[in-house]
């Protein structure tokens, strides 16, 4: 909403009135000021990583490249922001594919526990830290339809935020629960946590709670604001809970219809 003030005065200098016009800025500004914005945060993301790249080959250019010490070290820089450029590209892709008209899901049914075990597996074998794994999952299988590929993709950025954020030796506890209509799937984790005030930014493209920091541990900005747009594009919805220094738990519920496969007693 946007408010303009007239002030009514008469020739005597007495003011008698004032006039408040409120419009409504229309869909349409919004849309484009959200665009606008987004172009900006695009450019300036990779403005960064190409900036820091140019001085380390100027560096190598200008004679590092003889010094056996420091050549290896420049150019293992250049090659991970690189790689954050391409991850960044593919991120954009993504989001862009998402946001056209004729975007579809390739659905099917899917034993929920067995595919969310599946996934926990990976992260299990291939972790780097030191944290534990904890697994609260239902006991009986339980159907969805869903895009395999998608909900893939959603858990392994909300698994890689709780790993990325965990503490030394903190555990990562894996949950999934059944309500009437809905199957909630949630992953918590010791870390830090979130300020209540951003829990629901940071589903928003771009936006970190701390810049500096999550740029450093590679991110993108665009993880979550992926895995909400295809939570969503399945009829589901996702938030986030937090205690500051204490942790975050991720959670997003997906539509359930109970079908008699899946339950026996
Ligand atoms: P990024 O690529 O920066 O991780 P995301 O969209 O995945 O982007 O997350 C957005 C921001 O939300 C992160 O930069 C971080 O500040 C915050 N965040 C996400 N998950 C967690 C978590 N488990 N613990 C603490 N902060 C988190």
Known sequence: LRANFSIIQKETGFVN???AVLHDITEQEKIDMERREFVANVSHELRTPLTTMRS???ALAEGAWKD???A?????ITQNETERMIRLVNDLLQLS?????????NTEWVDFVKFYDRIIDRFELTKEQNVHFE??????ATFVEIDADKLTQVLDNIISNALKYSPDGGKVTFMMIKEDERIIVSVK???EGIPKDNLEKIFERFYRVDKARTRKLGGTGLGLAIAKEMVEAHG???????????????????PYVQTEGDDWE
């Open 17 to 19: 009135g004032l006039i």
């Open 56 to 58: 380390y080959l100027e």
């Open 68 to 70: 056996e010490e420091i």
């Open 72 to 76: 290896p070290n420049f150019l293992e």
């Open 97 to 105: 594919k998402m946001d056209s008209k004729d975007y579809q899901l």
């Open 135 to 140: 697994r609260k999952l239902l006991e009986q």
């Open 189 to 191: 984790d010791e870390g």
């Open 236 to 254: 589901g919805e996702i938030w986030a809970e937090s205690t500051e220094g204490q942790g975050t738990t991720v959670s997003f519920s997906l």
